[in-house]
């Protein structure tokens, strides 16, 4: 079964820094998605990025940015400009590619909180 | 505007009683799936659906039921069965393949 690995209960960065937030997953597949969720104080699960197994290219969204390496099986999540609205949980989560006997479920890491001091 | 609409907001429980949540999506997507979410913890998989009148149990489907009859509505009903129910209940849907899931507001139940 795969499982995700979030090493960081909770980080706090300071207003307009960066800030990474590590992954780690374990699985035997080779094709997979790679997402990262943010979670505000409203519960809302909303989606901050994606990354295909199968493209070298690290995706970016605006500030988001990835870090994937396939081999080691990582997947850590950069915040540049860091703004009080980053404030939130964020969760690490994988879903298989091909649905064959699965469903494309999400398979979560537990998150990390992040603060952001003014 | 499309999306998905989980109700009620909050619910509350009283021993030995089933509750039904409700979840619906004009996203018109064909998976749908129910999460729940306790404190500190992630998202953890209670039954999904691929397609109308067809759904599979996940990681914790004990103490719950669900049904498909529609391909807009996947309702989870808690029922008593279920001994620890106190949670967050996420619904989320997911078009075609390698698109994201797509989550509701979520609903709070808890134990009177």
Redo the contacts between chains.
Sequence with gaps: AQT?TQSQ?EMSVQEAETVTLSCTYDTSESDY?L?WYKQPP????I?VI?Q?AYKQQNATENRFSVNFQKAAKSFSLKISDSQLGDAAMY?C?Y?E???GAG????T????TKLSVIP | DGGITQSPKYLFRKEGQNVTLSCEQNLNHDAMYWYRQDPGQGLRLIYYSQIVNDFQKGDIAEGYSVSREKKESFPLTVTSAQKNPTAFYLCASKGREGQPQHFGDGTRLSIL
């Design positions: 995700v209960p998605y997402f409203s519960r809302q699960m989606l994606r295909e969760f989560a879903s590619a091909y649905s469903s494309y479920q999400l979560f890491g537990k998150g």
